[in-house]
């Protein structure tokens, strides 16, 4: 059946965009440029009343329905071909009460609104690292970032979600009102309806963010990854850290002794005093073999946005994931042969987890994998689609050199992949039978099935 936004009731308030109109070509772009792709219709909801008759509408119409809050999803999931794209754009706005140090952020704002609102009363929600991610996309699907081990996952900090289901009933659940529901959203949620607002806890902290890199020759790899893996278990939660395996690329500014080489880079961010800092970090060992050292102290929102520009819109990006408690010693020396042909910037991040994440039950929530040690994933960013196969082809030959190591347990946000393989993998089979009675439950025809799709 065709689409029409003229079909919409009349009580529609947002902003309907059709092919052919002005605005078309722009309001379809999403961040990731790999996925251009023609919907049939883009409405931009006014609020929760919009949302209803936009679901209804395309249901009716037998669409395909895409949600985009800030449209930064890897895996092309906020827009279709030939569907409806339910665009929140009109519904961002993040309020913030600091007595019960409790942020409110609509269901279409961004990371950095939530970063402004709440730093402009000395409190922070952990987010993820670029200020134009959704924070909604981010959230249900985990939410990893520079404080996490300080302050847990997005969603240890998620109080309360309002959403709209599939047959455009308004919910609101949270540890008291639809709790199995609220127990699923918390790492499955864009399967069960679309939010339209989330509750947040805050933490004390901030203006600076203490920080820190060293680059190494990656015929260090061995001895940098012993003081990584040993800190993981030893650093304070304050301190959270990445080692990146990739090439020191010839245009840009890294030391003589590296240029077009393999390299290793440790990194550090430090949100306790500053009179920690040095202590604290101590056990990652920085100075030992490193050709370079840095740190520094920033304001934590220059720091938030500080690769906003970098990692903006228009480029064309794949990334993979998977977590571990260790690698093997042939795992790293396969990782640095695989980093010598990367192309452009394209490299591993591993990332040290524990602290406040490993704090929760595994089963607490959806999220799967909360008490491995480490997070690893290989990821690339290009501007020609010329590039495509060798860029994913890279990324992809990457995985599987750390295939081995991984056990069950994904952050979906950094995975492009979706198949029923993939989603196994994230969840484990018992968490998977478990969230496919809640999809029967609240999403049996589903409706919502443009993400990491857990089938009725």
């Known amino acids: 059946m065709t689409a029409s936004g003229s079909s919409l009731p009349a009580t529609f308030r947002g902003e309907v965009i059709e092919p052919g109109h002005s605005a078309y070509d722009e309001a379809r772009r999403v961040w990731n440029a790999r996925y251009d792709r023609r ?259 920033q304001p934590y929102l220059e720091v938030q946005t500080a690769n906003d520009l970098a990692l903006g819109w228009g480029r064309r990006s794949s990334i993979k994931g998977g977590q571990a408690n260790d690698l093997r010693s042939a795992t790293l020396d396969a990782a640095v042969e695989v980093a010598a042909r990367a192309p452009g910037a394209a490299s591993f991040s591993i990332t040290a987890q524990g602290g406040a994440i490993a704090v929760h039950a595994d089963d607490a929530m959806a999220f799967t994998g909360r008490a491995a040690a480490i997070d690893v994933s290989a990821d690339s960013d290009w501007d020609d689609a010329a590039d495509d196969e060798r860029n994913l082809g890279w990324v992809r030959e990457a995985m599987a050199v750390v295939e081995r190591d991984l056990i069950v347990g994904r952050y979906i946000n950094e995975n492009d992949d979706d198949t029923q393989a993939d989603v196994r993998a994230s969840y484990g089979e018992a968490k998977l039978q478990r969230l496919r009675a809640l999809k029967r439950a609240w999403d049996p025809d589903n409706i919502f099935r443009l993400n990491h799709n857990i089938a009725p």
Not at 53 to 70: K, M
Not at 100 to 113: P, S
Not at 204 to 219: D, Q
């Open 39 to 297: 919907p049939a219709l883009i409405v931009r909801p006014a609020g929760v009343d919009d949302v209803v008759s936009a679901i209804r509408f395309g249901r009716e119409r037998d669409l395909e329905i895409a949600i985009r809050s800030g449209g930064h999803s890897a895996s092309g999931h906020s827009t279709c071909e030939g569907g409806i794209v339910l665009d929140l754009s009109l519904m961002r706005g993040v309020t913030v009460d600091p007595e019960r140090r409790i942020a409110r952020a609509n269901g279409g704002a961004l990371l950095g609104e939530l970063d402004i609102a709440a730093q402009a009363h000395g409190l922070v929600c952990p987010v993820g690292v670029i200020g134009h991610t959704g924070v909604a996309g981010l959230t249900l699907g985990g939410g990893i970032g520079r404080l996490q081990r300080h302050f847990g996952l997005t969603i240890d900090n998620l109080r309360a979600v309002e959403l709209v289901t599939a047959d455009g009933r308004r919910v609101r659940a949270s540890e008291t009102e639809e709790p199995e529901l609220f127990w699923g959203i918390r790492g499955a949620g864009a399967n069960f309806g679309l939010v339209t607002a989330l509750e947040f806890g805050l933490h004390e902290f901030g203006p600076l963010l203490h920080r820190g890199v060293a680059i190494y020759p990656a015929t260090r790899i061995h001895e940098v990854w012993g003081r990584f893996r040993h800190a993981v278990d030893h650093a304070p939660a304050t301190v959270s850290f990445i080692l990146g395996i990739g090439r020191a690329e010839p245009a840009a500014d890294y030391p003589p002794e590296v240029a077009g080489e393999p390299i290793a880079i440790l990194a550090y961010n430090h949100s306790g005093d500053a009179a920690s800092v040095e202590r604290d970090i101590a056990v990652l060992g920085l100075a030992d073999g490193a050709v370079a050292v840095s740190s520094s102290s």
